[in-house]
């Protein structure tokens, strides 16, 4: 099954696509690079980071250095590799951003007009930005947040993935740059830890759950949140790039809703596996953070322009997730 769906994709994606990688190094960068040379070829895909790269990453195609602020460097790999996609991944994450706002806030909207205006000029076929439930805020609705509703971030990553998606947009209809995009919920992975989000108790709990029995986490009990396990967050990326482009209703970014849970509830399916496990709560700066983000999303739109679906609930996610990364720590 995995061999036709990768052979389908193969065969309906254009030959001479070539596409690069900005932030390979990141939770979504590490898995999104491996599937993507998987499906258009190892050399196909250029992957790069400000960091080095994982060594499954660095080992099974073409890396580069690149600080994606520097758009001299970025536009000689473009001309270079006779670039045709991107995914640019690169952002510092909520929790991070709060500490130091002002930095952020310049990597993550410097960083995005450098490949805008690159995509612009180079006349880029396609480009994809990452953006995130952040947009919305205390004055959204929490509970089937709509497509289209009230959007009044309160962090400075919020408000700068609120400004990319109305450039996104902007380059769309002012220059018909091909640009996609989703909102991200807090995603779950196995292979690459927390990096800074909101949203990384998710993460940290399984670890602390394997190796201690017991987790203090920075959220309260009942603070619930759409979560994505990573191989749906990883399809829907790709779906969505694949996506007949006029069947796409809109360019600034989609809904994708994945899982919503509290930490009691993740920490009860848990302990279904490992009975000993207890939870304790102290929550710290990133309990406000949540408060003001959605607890459950209405992903309609992206099921009625490209399909979006999703392969993973709760249950099976958190199987998946105890046995491999305890397989992880042992080896």
């Not at 806030?105 to 410097?110: E, F, G, K, L, V």
């Not at 959204?140 to 289209?148: C, E």
């Not at 360019?251 to 848990?270: H, K, M, Q, W």
């Not at 993973?312 to 046995?323: P, Q, R």
């Amino acid at each position: 099954m995995v061999f036709l769906s990768t052979f389908a994709r193969n065969f309906n994606s254009n030959w001479m696509d070539k596409i690069l990688v900005i932030g390979c190094s990141g939770q979504i960068g590490s898995e999104l690079t491996l599937e993507l040379r998987k499906i258009y070829g190892d050399s196909k895909v250029i992957a790069t980071d400000i960091r080095p790269a994982p060594p499954d990453v660095a080992g099974s195609g073409p890396f580069e250095i690149l600080d994606v602020l520097d758009a001299s460097k970025l536009q000689l790999i473009l001309e270079h590799e006779k670039v045709t996609q991107i995914y640019h991944l690169a952002a510092i994450l909520s929790g991070n951003a709060e500490k130091r706002p002002l930095p952020s806030w310049d990597i993550n909207m410097r960083s995005l007009m450098n490949v805008l205006e690159l995509a612009r000029e180079l006349k880029i076929r396609k480009i994809f930005w990452p953006s995130s439930i952040a947009v919305f805020g205390p004055t959204t609705p929490r509970f089937d947040t709509p497509q289209f509703t009230i959007m009044e971030p309160n962090t400075v990553y919020g408000i700068s993935k609120l400004a990319g998606e109305r450039w996104i947009e902007y380059y769309f209809n002012k220059y018909g740059v091909d640009t996609r995009s989703l909102r991200y919920p807090g995603l779950i992975s196995y292979k690459t830890e927390a990096g800074g989000g909101t949203t990384d108790y998710a993460v940290e709990i399984f670890y602390e759950a394997i190796q201690h029995k017991k987790y203090d986490c920075f959220l309260g009990p009942e603070s619930a949140l759409p979560m994505m396990f990573m191989p749906d967050a990883i399809k829907a990326t790709i779906d969505v790039m694949e996506a007949d482009s006029a069947k796409l209703s809109l360019r600034s970014s989609y809904n994708v809703a994945g899982i919503s849970f509290t930490p009691a509830v993740l920490a009860s399916e848990i302990k279904k596996h490992i009975p000993e496990f207890e939870i304790t709560y102290t929550p710290d700066f990133r309990q406000a953070i949540a408060n003001s983000w959605p607890a459950r999303i209405d992903d309609s739109v992206a099921k009625k322009d490209w399909g979006l679906n999703y392969q993973y609930d709760l249950s099976k996610m958190t199987t998946v997730m105890l046995n491999e990364i305890s397989n992880k720590l042992r080896s």
